[in-house]
């Protein structure tokens, strides 16, 4: 009798527990909002919306998106509430994916936090963090090969490369925040945590800059939008490889190697854009037909930092941009064909380096002022011309001489550069920039060509400064 007693008593304790088990099961159902997977074609239920104050909780919606994403017919559009999206996520139909609050997707730090398969896929306003690190993988936070994708308006940090668009058409890259990763955690003992997994103590060490990803990065596609986007300390800001008819505007890019790293890609436009605190501000490379008009390249400074590095370069317009306080403002080598019209060279170490691998290329109505040493080049560089239909350039220090007052100076100017190529192979030369005996050859040479001496010869210099 008192067995039987016993065991029924038992019996109610393990009902009461099962009971208090299901109504926690419910109870945080509840509370999380997170709705099971529905059958196809049914409505899945979105997740309460999480406020700030819960949000350190970081509970988890990933499979209510999931779920959404399954069941979205093609074209439907999916707001997404506030709270935390544990990936990685595979989008493989069009649809638009749209934030209704601070909605954050973060990945699992080992492939790409977003992958998008399908084309017509939008992704606006999102939080976007936490993809792999892996450079062989090219890991992103959004990583493209649909066509016609449109990534607008996210914060992307804490991760490889922001965007990578590989292959895919027509993609529009605008209004995004992007962050590098800057630091890593390592352990603190290497060897500790390699023998017992998980139990090594962690510390925070600075990831060097060439182990980082890009901000957008874009490889062998093209009739892209890339606008109002800021980028900071990445490897790169913008990345193209074979990426041909593209509009890049109004992007703000500091902090990183090169603004632009770009090759074997024509026809493209940069317009009113600004690169500036880098190693580099833009660097193109074996490419023809682009158009770089009203950019600022500010105090991209370092032992060989350029604003605008144009190597190999054909055929292109470079028009009304600000180059001011940069190590070397313009860099051209086996150019042809450029023409560079009313842009402001100013406050650089060097104005422009031209070199005598590059000819046909025209300047004109160009502002070289404060430049400590205005040109660079390795010979008479002749091929060029420094006036275009009887306009040449305004250099602070000229003789302006103008009886007739229509603002072209009455004899030529002869730009010295007595130093050349030795600055490179001997620092210490620049020195002697602006010292008495330069000044006095350079004085000289302006006023009767001094023969031997590498320059330039603009036949109809400005006499007043150009306004932008």
Known sequence: MTSQSGLAARRRGAGIGLALALVAVVGVRHRTGVAEATPAGAATAAPAATSASSATAAVDHGDWLRAALAHAAPGATIDVPAGFYQGPFTIDRAVRLRAAGPAHIYGDGRTHTIAVRADDVTLDGFEISGSGLDLTQDHAAVHVSGARAVIVNNRIHDALHGIYVRQGEAARIEGNHITGTRTIEQPVDPLAAAGKPGEGELCEVALNQNLRGNGIHIWNASHHVVARNTIRDTRDGVYFSFVDDSDVRGNDI??????????????????????????????????????????????????????????????????????????????????????????????????????????????????????????????????????????????????????????????????????????????????????????LLRFVHTRLALPGLPGVVDRAPLTGVPQP
């Not at 007052?405 to 490179?424: C, K, M, S, T, Y």
């Open 254 to 439: 500091e902090g990183v190697r090169y603004a632009v790293h770009y090759m074997y890609s024509d026809g493209n436009r940069f317009e009113d854009n600004v690169f500036r605190d880098n190693a580099a501000g833009a660097a193109l490379m074996s490419s023809n037909h682009i158009v770089l008009r009203r950019n600022q390249f500010l105090s991209n400074r370092g032992h060989r930092s350029y604003g605008l590095l144009l190597q190999t370069v054909d055929d292109s317009t470079l028009e009304a941009n600000r180059i001011d306080g940069n190590t070397v403002g313009v860099f051209i080598e086996s150019g042809h064909g450029n023409r560079f019209i009313d842009n402001r060279i100013e406050r650089n170490h060097i104005g422009i380096h031209v070199s005598d691998s590059s000819d046909a290329n025209q300047f004109s109505g160009n502002r070289f002022v404060g430049n400590l040493h205005t040109v660079e080049t390795s010979g008479a560089n002749a091929a060029s011309q420094w006036t275009i239909d009887g306009r040449g350039n305004y250099w602070d220090g000229a003789v302006a001489i103008d009886l007739d007052r229509n603002g072209i100076a009455d004899v030529p100017h002869r730009e010295l550069d007595l130093f050349g190529g030795l600055r490179r192979d001997m620092p210490t030369v620049g020195l002697l920039g602006g010292s008495p005996a330069e000044r």
